[in-house]
């Protein structure tokens, strides 16, 4: 162990809001920071404790970055720690969401305001056509794993099937594969190695022994999951007593808190479960309108899947029923991001005890595995959902019977200046590998000068 002393729960909250004012990039960019300021720096823990809590994060629903901060700050300085850590990653994104969504609400038709999510559209299909790729050349190892990518972006975006039953029988598959010990299902779905610098656990603070308070303990176990579980379903369960299952609150309150259990696979799966059931179900928002809020989440900090905030804040603004429409969506905001990540400090309050029984499961590693194929099937589903949606004007079902419900777009109404940006983004994101940030920017200043020039 080096010659630092401990951090107090104060120290540490300083590195964590350091961490959550930062954690801009979506998850790759998040964990990569934590490495390089909790491993690399502040040497709190070593680099077999990070990968052994990382892989373990990527077992749950939900975002993994914001869900390895609560690990760690839960190894540092018990349950206190974890919720300490938990919240400073998440609230600076918390508040920047829901101010763009302000701006948005108030300002979304006028002109320049217009003009830039116009450009922030293009740059955002294209990053979303990036994740594609990056998980695809990841996950699709064998035709076993292509073949389940396929099958799950033909029952989404042919059949409609809904996220969850996809996640749920591509789990299924894996582990029933590897049970029967077939070679396309073994290995692993874990993070390697993460950051340039290695650090041996012993050379840390917390050391190569686990802190006495991760022990085994089910009487506290159950204490904190029966807290969690109250302080997430509670407000639920309010909402649909008080308010009947038709209100907007209470649907909020449902479909995101079913989201948090069945979220695998990151933000961009995410995004195509909302589309499918926040656009096309429940009316909250238009197609480009959830580009426009992953616009927002890709330019501030915090976890992607803070979207939904927006998504919360557009559906219960515009259902606002005898509440001020501003009062109505920000209510509608935080209920969201509560029912979103109030379940994570339970996975993790809950689990971490006894990751070392899951940690080499086989069957549950082969879970993820197939799970993480299905979702590179999902947000290919999304790419072709947001493209048809930002290039042409008029989309229209064109197949339908025998359970077929496929829309295609009309291609006398295609927008040329989109179709531009786009490619100009494309080509911004693979030929020269620009990252989020100077792709965004770019597009949305590119946006604002089409408007200008009444091209867009």
């Given at each position: 162990m080096q010659d630092s002393s401990y951090p107090t729960l104060a120290e540490a909250a300083r590195i964590w809001a350091r961490i959550g004012l930062l954690s801009f990039g979506g998850p790759a960019g998040q964990i990569a920071l934590m490495h390089r300021i909790l491993v690399e720096e502040q040497r709190w823990l070593g680099e077999k404790r990070f990968l052994h809590a990382l892989n373990y994060c990527m077992l749950l629903p939900g975002p993994e970055a914001m869900q390895l901060a609560v690990y760690i700050g839960w190894l540092m300085h018990r349950t206190w720690g974890g919720i300490v850590a938990g919240v400073l990653f998440v609230l600076p994104g918390v508040a920047a969401i829901m101010a763009l969504s302000w701006i948005y609400a108030l300002y979304g038709n006028v002109g320049p305001v217009e003009a830039l999510f116009f450009g922030l559209k293009a740059a955002v299909l294209a990053i979303v056509v990036q994740a594609v790729i990056r998980i695809g050349s990841r996950a699709l190892k064998n035709s076993s794993m292509l073949a389940i990518a396929a099958a799950s972006f033909v029952a989404i975006f042919g059949f409609a099937v809904?996220?969850?039953?996809?996640?749920?029988?591509?789990?299924?598959?894996?582990?029933?594969?590897?049970?029967?010990?077939?070679?396309?299902?073994?290995?692993?779905?874990?993070?390697?190695?993460?950051?340039?610098?290695?650090?041996?656990?012993?050379?840390?603070?917390?050391?190569?022994?686990?802190?006495?308070?991760?022990?085994?303990?089910?009487?506290?176990?159950?204490?904190?999951?029966?807290?969690?579980?109250?302080?997430?379903?509670?407000?639920?369960?309010?909402?649909?007593?008080?308010?009947?299952?038709?209100?907007?609150?209470?649907?909020?309150?449902?479909?995101?808190?079913?989201?948090?259990?069945?979220?695998?696979?990151?933000?961009?799966?995410?995004?195509?479960?909302?589309?499918?059931?926040?656009?096309?179900?429940?009316?909250?928002?238009?197609?480009?309108?959830?580009?426009?809020?992953?616009?927002?989440?890709?330019?501030?900090?915090?976890?992607?899947?803070?979207v939904t905030q927006f998504v919360g804040?557009?559906?219960?603004?515009?259902?606002?029923?005898?509440?001020?429409?501003?009062?109505?969506?920000?209510?509608?905001?935080?209920?969201t991001t509560w029912v979103t990540f109030t379940p994570c400090f339970l996975w993790i309050f809950l689990g971490a005890p006894f990751i070392e029984r899951l940690r080499d499961n086989k069957m549950l590693t082969a879970a993820l595995t197939a799970i993480t194929a299905a979702v590179v099937g999902v947000i290919l589903n999304l790419a072709v959902w947001f493209g048809m949606h930002v290039v042409f004007d008029e989309v229209r079902g064109a197949v339908s019977g025998i359970g077929l419900d496929i829309e295609v777009p009309v291609l006398a109404s295609i927008d040329i200046a989109a179709a531009a940006l786009v490619g100009a983004a494309v080509v911004a994101v693979f030929r020269y590998r620009l990252g989020p940030v100077p792709v965004l920017a770019g597009c949305a200043i590119a946006g604002l000068l089409l408007r200008a020039l009444s091209l867009a």
């Open positions: 809904p996220f969850p039953i996809i996640i749920l029988v591509a789990g299924l598959i894996g582990f029933l594969g590897a049970r029967a010990g077939l070679p396309a299902f073994r290995g692993g779905g874990g993070h390697g190695k993460v950051g340039d610098v290695q650090v041996a656990d012993a050379e840390t603070l917390l050391g190569e022994d686990s802190p006495e308070h991760t022990r085994v303990n089910r009487a506290w176990a159950l204490r904190i999951s029966t807290v969690f579980l109250v302080l997430w379903l509670a407000p639920v369960a309010l909402l649909f007593a008080m308010l009947g299952p038709a209100n907007v609150f209470a649907q909020i309150a449902g479909f995101f808190s079913v989201m948090a259990v069945v979220t695998f696979g990151g933000a961009y799966a995410v995004l195509a479960y909302v589309a499918q059931e926040a656009v096309q179900n429940f009316g909250w928002l238009a197609p480009g309108e959830m580009l426009d809020g992953l616009g927002m989440a890709e330019t501030t900090p915090g976890p992607l899947i803070m804040y557009m559906g219960a603004f515009r259902e606002a029923g005898g509440l001020p429409p501003l009062l109505a969506g920000t209510l509608g905001g935080l209920l």
